[in-house]
T-cell receptor, first 111, second 113 residues
Framework: SQQGEEDPQALSIQEGENATMNCSYK?????LQWYRQNSGRGLVHLIL?????REKHSGRLRVTLDTSKKSSSLLITASRAADTASYFC???????????FGKGTTLSVSS | DGGITQSPKYLFRKEGQNVTLSCEQN?????MYWYRQDPGQGLRLIYY???????QKGDIAEGYSVSREKKESFPLTVTSAQKNPTAFYLC????????????FGPGTRLTVL
Protein backbone atom coordinates (compact mmCIF):
# COMPACT_ATOMS: atom_id res chain seq x y z
CA SER A 1 0.00 0.00 0.00
CA GLN A 2 2.05 2.88 -1.36
CA GLN A 3 0.99 6.18 0.11
CA GLY A 4 3.72 8.64 -0.81
CA GLU A 5 5.33 8.98 -4.20
CA GLU A 6 8.43 11.12 -4.61
CA ASP A 7 9.31 13.07 -7.70
CA PRO A 8 11.77 13.12 -9.36
CA GLN A 9 13.16 9.62 -8.92
CA ALA A 10 16.68 10.96 -9.40
CA LEU A 11 18.22 14.43 -9.25
CA SER A 12 21.78 15.52 -10.08
CA ILE A 13 23.01 19.00 -9.19
CA GLN A 14 26.20 20.92 -8.53
CA GLU A 15 27.39 21.97 -5.09
CA GLY A 16 25.85 25.25 -4.05
CA GLU A 17 22.64 24.72 -6.01
CA ASN A 18 19.27 24.13 -4.41
CA ALA A 19 17.57 20.73 -4.59
CA THR A 20 13.81 20.35 -4.58
CA MET A 21 12.00 17.06 -4.32
CA ASN A 22 8.28 16.47 -4.13
CA CYS A 23 6.00 13.97 -2.48
CA SER A 24 2.38 13.22 -3.27
CA TYR A 25 0.10 11.10 -1.13
CA LYS A 26 -3.39 9.69 -1.43
CA UNK A 27 -5.32 9.85 1.82
CA UNK A 28 -5.66 12.39 4.61
CA UNK A 29 -2.74 12.56 7.02
CA UNK A 30 -1.91 13.67 10.55
CA UNK A 31 1.64 14.55 9.64
CA LEU A 32 4.25 13.95 6.99
CA GLN A 33 7.89 13.15 7.59
CA TRP A 34 11.04 13.26 5.49
CA TYR A 35 13.90 10.81 5.97
CA ARG A 36 17.36 10.54 4.47
CA GLN A 37 19.25 7.37 3.64
CA ASN A 38 22.91 7.23 2.76
CA SER A 39 23.85 4.33 0.53
CA GLY A 40 23.65 1.01 2.37
CA ARG A 41 22.69 2.61 5.68
CA GLY A 42 19.62 3.07 7.81
CA LEU A 43 17.24 5.99 7.52
CA VAL A 44 17.65 9.19 9.48
CA HIS A 45 14.71 11.40 10.38
CA LEU A 46 15.03 14.92 8.96
CA ILE A 47 11.86 16.82 9.65
CA LEU A 48 8.17 16.37 10.46
CA UNK A 49 5.38 18.68 9.39
CA UNK A 50 1.92 18.46 10.89
CA UNK A 51 -1.23 18.61 8.80
CA UNK A 52 -2.10 22.07 10.17
CA UNK A 53 1.31 23.50 9.21
CA ARG A 54 2.13 24.88 5.78
CA GLU A 55 5.88 25.38 6.05
CA LYS A 56 8.70 24.35 8.33
CA HIS A 57 12.42 25.06 8.41
CA SER A 58 15.35 23.20 9.88
CA GLY A 59 18.80 24.51 9.02
CA ARG A 60 19.17 24.28 5.23
CA LEU A 61 15.93 22.30 4.92
CA ARG A 62 12.58 23.79 4.07
CA VAL A 63 9.46 21.64 3.92
CA THR A 64 6.08 22.73 2.64
CA LEU A 65 2.78 20.93 2.88
CA ASP A 66 -0.33 21.50 0.78
CA THR A 67 -3.10 19.29 2.14
CA SER A 68 -5.54 20.44 -0.55
CA LYS A 69 -3.22 19.03 -3.21
CA LYS A 70 -2.01 16.18 -1.00
CA SER A 71 1.58 17.10 -1.67
CA SER A 72 4.75 18.14 0.11
CA SER A 73 8.09 19.42 -1.02
CA LEU A 74 11.55 19.28 0.51
CA LEU A 75 14.01 22.00 -0.42
CA ILE A 76 17.68 21.67 0.43
CA THR A 77 19.44 25.00 -0.03
CA ALA A 78 23.13 25.45 -0.90
CA SER A 79 23.65 21.72 -1.45
CA ARG A 80 26.89 20.02 -0.47
CA ALA A 81 28.45 16.80 -1.68
CA ALA A 82 27.59 15.33 1.72
CA ASP A 83 23.89 15.77 0.90
CA THR A 84 24.20 12.96 -1.65
CA ALA A 85 21.66 10.38 -0.46
CA SER A 86 18.16 9.09 -1.03
CA TYR A 87 15.29 11.05 0.46
CA PHE A 88 11.96 9.51 1.43
CA CYS A 89 8.66 10.95 2.52
CA UNK A 90 6.53 8.98 4.95
CA UNK A 91 2.98 9.27 6.21
CA UNK A 92 1.00 7.44 8.85
CA UNK A 93 -1.06 4.49 7.75
CA UNK A 94 -4.81 4.70 8.25
CA UNK A 95 -4.61 3.11 11.69
CA UNK A 96 -1.87 5.53 12.71
CA UNK A 97 0.30 2.67 13.83
CA UNK A 98 2.98 2.45 11.14
CA UNK A 99 4.56 4.60 8.44
CA UNK A 100 4.14 4.23 4.72
CA PHE A 101 7.18 5.24 2.70
CA GLY A 102 7.48 6.38 -0.88
CA LYS A 103 10.12 5.01 -3.26
CA GLY A 104 12.42 7.94 -2.67
CA THR A 105 14.37 10.52 -4.62
CA THR A 106 18.06 9.83 -5.15
CA LEU A 107 20.03 13.07 -4.95
CA SER A 108 23.54 13.32 -6.30
CA VAL A 109 25.53 16.47 -5.53
CA SER A 110 28.80 16.84 -7.39
CA SER A 111 31.63 19.18 -6.45
CA ASP B 1 25.06 5.62 23.95
CA GLY B 2 21.41 5.20 23.01
CA GLY B 3 20.38 3.71 19.74
CA ILE B 4 19.17 0.77 17.77
CA THR B 5 21.46 -2.01 16.62
CA GLN B 6 21.09 -4.75 14.07
CA SER B 7 23.21 -7.81 13.53
CA PRO B 8 24.73 -9.19 11.52
CA LYS B 9 25.49 -6.52 8.93
CA TYR B 10 25.73 -9.12 6.18
CA LEU B 11 24.07 -12.53 6.15
CA PHE B 12 24.22 -15.31 3.62
CA ARG B 13 21.63 -18.01 3.50
CA LYS B 14 21.35 -21.22 1.56
CA GLU B 15 18.02 -21.99 0.02
CA GLY B 16 15.76 -23.86 2.42
CA GLN B 17 17.36 -22.40 5.55
CA ASN B 18 15.74 -20.25 8.16
CA VAL B 19 17.78 -17.30 9.39
CA THR B 20 17.18 -14.87 12.23
CA LEU B 21 18.06 -11.18 12.12
CA SER B 22 18.65 -9.43 15.41
CA CYS B 23 17.32 -6.00 16.40
CA GLU B 24 17.95 -4.40 19.79
CA GLN B 25 17.14 -0.92 21.07
CA ASN B 26 17.97 0.89 24.30
CA UNK B 27 15.79 3.91 23.61
CA UNK B 28 12.99 2.60 25.83
CA UNK B 29 10.66 2.72 22.84
CA UNK B 30 7.44 0.75 22.97
CA UNK B 31 7.03 0.21 19.23
CA MET B 32 9.36 -1.68 16.92
CA TYR B 33 9.17 -2.35 13.19
CA TRP B 34 10.73 -4.46 10.48
CA TYR B 35 10.97 -3.23 6.89
CA ARG B 36 12.27 -4.77 3.72
CA GLN B 37 13.98 -2.64 1.07
CA ASP B 38 14.71 -3.84 -2.46
CA PRO B 39 17.04 -1.95 -4.83
CA GLY B 40 15.55 1.34 -6.00
CA GLN B 41 12.47 0.78 -3.90
CA GLY B 42 10.98 2.27 -0.81
CA LEU B 43 10.50 0.47 2.47
CA ARG B 44 7.79 -2.13 2.85
CA LEU B 45 6.49 -3.07 6.28
CA ILE B 46 6.89 -6.69 7.32
CA TYR B 47 5.80 -6.72 10.97
CA TYR B 48 5.42 -4.28 13.82
CA UNK B 49 4.93 -4.52 17.55
CA UNK B 50 3.60 -1.96 19.99
CA UNK B 51 3.87 -4.01 23.16
CA UNK B 52 5.69 -7.03 24.48
CA UNK B 53 4.20 -10.36 23.40
CA UNK B 54 2.07 -8.73 20.72
CA UNK B 55 2.79 -7.99 17.07
CA GLN B 56 0.92 -7.26 13.87
CA LYS B 57 1.46 -8.24 10.25
CA GLY B 58 2.45 -5.58 7.79
CA ASP B 59 2.02 -5.57 4.02
CA ILE B 60 4.47 -8.39 3.27
CA ALA B 61 4.47 -10.71 6.30
CA GLU B 62 4.31 -13.99 4.35
CA GLY B 63 7.46 -16.05 4.85
CA TYR B 64 8.55 -14.09 7.92
CA SER B 65 8.02 -14.49 11.64
CA VAL B 66 8.83 -12.33 14.67
CA SER B 67 8.77 -12.44 18.44
CA ARG B 68 8.69 -9.72 21.10
CA GLU B 69 9.60 -11.34 24.38
CA LYS B 70 11.43 -8.26 25.67
CA LYS B 71 10.77 -4.59 25.10
CA GLU B 72 14.32 -4.10 23.83
CA SER B 73 14.38 -6.91 21.30
CA PHE B 74 12.44 -7.70 18.12
CA PRO B 75 14.11 -10.49 16.12
CA LEU B 76 12.96 -11.34 12.61
CA THR B 77 13.14 -14.86 11.20
CA VAL B 78 13.22 -15.26 7.45
CA THR B 79 11.82 -18.70 6.80
CA SER B 80 12.29 -21.02 3.85
CA ALA B 81 8.76 -20.10 2.81
CA GLN B 82 9.99 -16.65 1.76
CA LYS B 83 10.74 -17.18 -1.93
CA ASN B 84 12.78 -14.06 -2.62
CA PRO B 85 14.50 -13.15 0.63
CA THR B 86 17.51 -11.36 -0.84
CA ALA B 87 17.04 -7.76 0.32
CA PHE B 88 18.12 -5.10 2.79
CA TYR B 89 16.28 -5.40 6.11
CA LEU B 90 15.78 -2.42 8.36
CA CYS B 91 14.57 -2.37 11.94
CA UNK B 92 13.12 0.75 13.53
CA UNK B 93 11.60 1.85 16.81
CA UNK B 94 9.43 4.68 18.03
CA UNK B 95 7.50 5.91 21.03
CA UNK B 96 3.72 5.72 21.14
CA UNK B 97 3.37 9.45 21.66
CA UNK B 98 1.21 9.89 18.58
CA UNK B 99 4.09 11.36 16.58
CA UNK B 100 5.47 8.34 14.80
CA UNK B 101 9.06 9.50 14.35
CA UNK B 102 11.04 6.35 13.78
CA UNK B 103 14.65 5.64 14.62
CA PHE B 104 16.38 3.16 12.35
CA GLY B 105 19.14 0.64 12.79
CA PRO B 106 21.97 0.30 10.25
CA GLY B 107 20.34 -2.60 8.44
CA THR B 108 21.17 -6.22 7.56
CA ARG B 109 21.83 -7.22 3.98
CA LEU B 110 20.61 -10.77 3.39
CA THR B 111 21.75 -12.71 0.35
CA VAL B 112 20.50 -16.12 -0.67
CA LEU B 113 23.20 -18.27 -2.23
Amino acid sequence: SQQGEEDPQALSIQEGENATMNCSYKTSINNLQWYRQNSGRGLVHLILIRSNEREKHSGRLRVTLDTSKKSSSLLITASRAADTASYFCATDDQAGTALIFGKGTTLSVSS
Amino acid sequence: DGGITQSPKYLFRKEGQNVTLSCEQNLNHDAMYWYRQDPGQGLRLIYYSQIVNDFQKGDIAEGYSVSREKKESFPLTVTSAQKNPTAFYLCASSTLSGINEQFFGPGTRLTVL
